[in-house]
């Protein structure tokens, strides 16, 4: 696959979210087809259905149990495990991999989780429904979760959301970049303002928060700092499109290093921008020992 391309950005990707083998996808499929009228092997009534209907389909789908997966609850319907093109999971895949990978940029947001978190519980979370949230998602890992995480507020979504934020994005995204990447960045500018939809990411760093920031898109409701730190981001980005290296041809705000064995550096986005080293480095040598 690699021959396709000669660099590219991955941003915010839930690398622990596990890919499913075909034997694991034919309870979903069954209860697709029935939901479309088709029969499980026919691919021909698949292909007639519109996309409304195989949407709505998925839907129906993805309030039933199909899998013992957490993860799969949030993200159902993912890439096939067929031995072909894709061989496993793509952390492991990545650890395994015994030729150099072609430039990279990959990194995530300080708050991932914190948007999933919130859309799946919207009321506040107890110390005692956080301590059976943790036990029916790790199982025979709770009891080193909740010691690693205890509780101790009122409402436990933040909690679950620094959890859900280094187990499904920022440690499995080190693997990668100790294998792969080339440059490393960690996102901490807050959008302003915050979606009405989505209020409760106001101060905080959602999934999909620097978007606005690589288009420019947003430049009318941005503060002067804000488009700095959205102008410094393209402009990083665009550089390494042209040439591989963010930081030419054209002048960017300071010097992003390439990642090494040594020195696992990563280019932090906030105000002002900072080199730093070490992302969230003992929770991720945690979740490294206990596994994903």
Request: net charge negative.
């Given at each position: 696959?690699?021959?396709?391309?000669?660099?590219?950005?991955?941003?915010?990707?839930?690398?622990?979210i596990?890919?499913?083998?075909?034997?694991?996808?034919?309870?979903?499929?069954?209860?697709?087809?029935?939901?479309?009228?088709?029969?499980?092997?026919?691919?021909?009534?698949?292909?007639?259905?519109?996309?409304?209907?195989?949407?709505?389909?998925?839907?129906?789908?993805?309030?039933?149990?199909?899998?013992?997966?957490?993860?799969?609850?949030?993200?159902?319907?993912?890439?096939?495990?067929?031995?072909?093109?894709v061989?496993?999971?793509l952390?492991?895949?990545?650890q395994?991999?015994?030729?150099?990978?072609?430039?990279?940029?990959i990194?995530?947001?300080?708050?991932?989780?914190?948007?999933?978190?919130?859309?799946?519980?919207?009321?506040?979370?107890?110390?005692?429904?956080?301590?059976?949230?943790?036990?029916?998602?790790?199982?025979?890992k709770?009891?080193?979760?909740?010691?690693?995480?205890?509780?101790?507020?009122?409402?436990?979504?933040?909690?679950l959301?620094?959890?859900?934020?280094?187990?499904?994005?920022?440690c499995?995204?080190?693997?990668f970049?100790?294998?792969?990447a080339?440059?490393?960045?960690?996102?901490?500018?807050?959008?302003?303002?915050?979606?009405?939809?989505?209020?409760?990411?106001?101060g905080?760093?959602?999934?999909?928060?620097?978007?606005?920031?690589?288009?420019?898109?947003?430049?009318?409701n941005?503060?002067?700092?804000?488009?700095?730190?959205s102008?410094?981001?393209?402009?990083?980005?665009?550089n390494?499109?042209?040439?591989?290296?963010?930081?030419?041809?054209?002048?960017?705000?300071?010097?992003?290093?390439?990642?090494?064995?040594?020195?696992?550096?990563?280019?932090?986005?906030q105000?002002?921008?900072?080199?730093?080293?070490?992302?969230?480095?003992?929770?991720?040598?945690?979740?490294?020992?206990?596994?994903?």
């Open positions: 696959m690699q021959s396709y391309f000669q660099q590219a950005i991955i941003q915010s990707a839930p690398m622990a596990p890919f499913r083998t075909y034997g694991q996808y034919i309870t979903p499929g069954v209860l697709l087809a029935e939901e479309l009228r088709c029969t499980y092997n026919d691919l021909e009534c698949f292909r007639t259905a519109s996309v409304d209907n195989i949407i709505n389909a998925q839907k129906m789908v993805n309030k039933k149990i199909t899998s013992f997966e957490a993860l799969l609850f949030f993200e159902p319907w993912v890439p096939v495990i067929d031995n072909i093109i061989h496993g999971q952390y492991e895949t990545v395994n991999l015994s030729f150099p990978l072609k430039p990279l940029i990194g995530t947001l300080n708050d991932e989780g914190l948007l999933f978190i919130y859309m799946k519980w919207t009321k506040p979370v107890s110390p005692i429904l956080y301590s059976e949230i943790v036990l029916a998602i790790f199982r025979e709770a009891f080193k979760i909740a010691e690693r995480f205890p509780p101790g507020d009122l409402d436990e979504r933040l909690l959301s620094k959890i859900a934020t280094e187990w499904v994005f920022a499995p995204t080190r693997i970049a100790r294998k792969a080339t440059y490393s960045y960690v996102f901490g500018y807050p959008l302003i303002p915050a979606s009405q939809n989505t209020s409760f990411c106001s905080y760093v959602c999934h999909g928060d620097e978007l606005p920031f690589v288009f420019e898109s947003k430049w009318i941005f503060t002067d700092t804000g488009r700095h730190v102008e410094s981001m393209a402009t990083y980005w665009t390494f499109a042209k040439t591989q290296d963010p930081n030419q041809p054209l002048h960017v705000p300071i010097q992003w290093p390439k990642v090494t064995s040594d020195n696992e550096t990563y280019l932090y986005f105000n002002p921008l900072e080199v730093r080293e070490n992302y969230l480095k003992d929770d991720c040598d945690f979740w490294d020992q206990i596994g994903y």
